[in-house]
Every structure is written in C-alpha cells, then in structure tokens.
C-alpha cells in the first residue's frame, strides 16, 4: 500500500504524513504535477512532519513556505521532525509588547518551564 505525504509549498523542506509511516517505508509526494519519494526512518504517525533534505541544526524548518522553528540538532532527510528535534523561534511578550527579560536578540525562543 502506497503511503502519502503532503506538501504545502515549493520552499518547504517538510512535509506531513497523511497515513502513519513505519521506519523503512517510503512516503510518496504529489506536487507541481509529479511525485517523489522521501524515505521514513522512523515511525511517524498521521499528520506529523517528515524531513526531505537534511536540516542542520540552527537552520529553519519551513512548513507552509514560513520558518515554523528551528532544528534543534541536525536532522536527517526522513527523519521525523517534532519537538525531540525543533525549537521554537517566537518570542514571549509582555503586556506592553516588549519581549521578556532574558530572551536575546529579537529571534529568541520563549523559554518556558
């Protein structure tokens, strides 16, 4: 049985299962008119995120043609992208708007515990 995956846009280098993916199958994409395959290294249920270009850690996860988080160590073309592996990048505000003590620089993760 053909498993599937979803891609939103052309910059995205995710996308998202539409049925659960075993470790050792492979995914199939149907964009722009033609269908690539994208390995799944792990188990990755419906509606999760798969990587389909290695992402190094620091750089951008783009769903949806947006920056959605970061990589927060390197990830692997297949592997499944979620919060094990993501960070995010918003920041925590304020009632006045001004970012919360201690994030720095205008990028930083809301840091909550």
């Known amino acids: 049985m053909t498993k ?14 539409v049925s659960d993916c075993k470790a050792g199958e492979t995914v199939t994409v149907r964009f722009e008119g033609k269908e690539t395959q994208y390995p799944c290294n792990e188990d ?9 270009v290695d ?12 920056t959605i988080g970061i990589a927060s160590r ?4 297949g592997d ?4 094990h592996n993501t960070k995010d990048t918003y920041l925590c505000l304020d009632r006045d708007g001004k970012p919360l003590p201690g994030q ?10």
Do not use: L, Q
């Open 80 to 83: 499944w992208v979620h919060i």
């Open 55 to 66: 992402i190094e850690e620091g750089k951008p996860i783009i769903k949806y043609g947006e």
């Open 74 to 77: 390197t990830i692997k073309k």
């Open 44 to 52: 990755v249920a419906f509606g999760h995120k798969i990587a389909i």
């Open 104 to 113: 720095e620089g205008e990028n930083a993760p809301c840091a909550i515990s």
């Open 4 to 17: 599937y995956a979803k891609r939103i846009r052309e910059k995205d280098n995710v996308v998202t299962a």
